[in-house]
């Protein structure tokens, strides 16, 4: 393995700490009787959707990022981990629509904020069973890439945490209307989804070194 093939790996496990920290917070508030309050009544008073939400998405956004890891997808353990995050990813994207269609909508949330959540969590589980099916018929280009656009979907709390910041910043830390709360995130959601497919869309570097005329070397 070369040092240049940890940077994205890396970068993704430091954008997921993001949504992890504040899920590790959430179980832990849960683990220990909270007194309800407005803020956290939904969940005390039905904490498994929750639960399986945070344990399902940390899971995947932190394993699934060594799943970029170019010299790891040609290894045994690239399976061996799929096996696990297909599961795990389903887990949260499923329970992320459980959530949102049986608790009650939050203060500061709108039904625009819902409906994103909606179309977000059925595209992430969607785009996963793709990635699944394209596997199974050993169609490893289709594959990687809707195995990409879920994960990019599932990482979309890390990003909104950045597309929020600068709102707040200017804001003097006044949290945005339902409205704006709801296009902070989709603008998250978006920026993940273009940068997957910008990568996905990107010439391998050996593709890029070669000369136009010059075919691609092939074994035997």
Do not use: K
């Amino acid at each position: 393995m070369t040092r240049r093939e940890w940077r994205v790996p890396v970068g993704l496990i430091l954008l997921s700490l993001v949504p992890v920290v504040a899920g590790a917070s959430r179980v832990t508030e849960l683990s220990t009787g909270p007194e309800m309050t407005p803020g956290n009544a939904r969940f005390v008073a039905d904490p498994l959707p929750v639960v399986v939400h945070i344990v399902g998405a940390t899971v995947y956004c932190l394993l699934g990022a060594f799943q970029f890891v170019p010299s790891l997808r040609r290894h045994r353990w690239h399976r061996l981990a799929g096996r696990l995050l297909v599961p795990c990813g389903l887990a949260a994207a499923l329970s992320g629509l459980w959530m949102t269609l049986a608790y009650d909508l939050p203060a500061h949330d709108g039904t625009l904020v819902n409906a994103f959540r909606l179309v977000f969590g059925a595209a992430m589980a969607l785009a996963i069973l793709l990635g699944l099916a394209a596997a199974l018929r050993r169609d490893f280009t289709r594959h990687r890439a809707w195995m990409a656009r879920g994960y990019a979907i599932g990482l979309g709390a890390g990003t909104q945490a950045f597309t929020h910041a600068p709102y707040l910043i200017m804001s003097g830390g006044e949290q945005p209307g339902a409205n704006g709360r709801a296009v902070l995130m989709l603008a998250g959601w978006l920026i993940n989804l273009a940068v997957a497919e910008w990568a996905l869309r990107r010439p391998a570097r050996g593709a890029r070194s070669r000369p136009a005329h010059q075919p691609p070397v092939t074994a035997g």
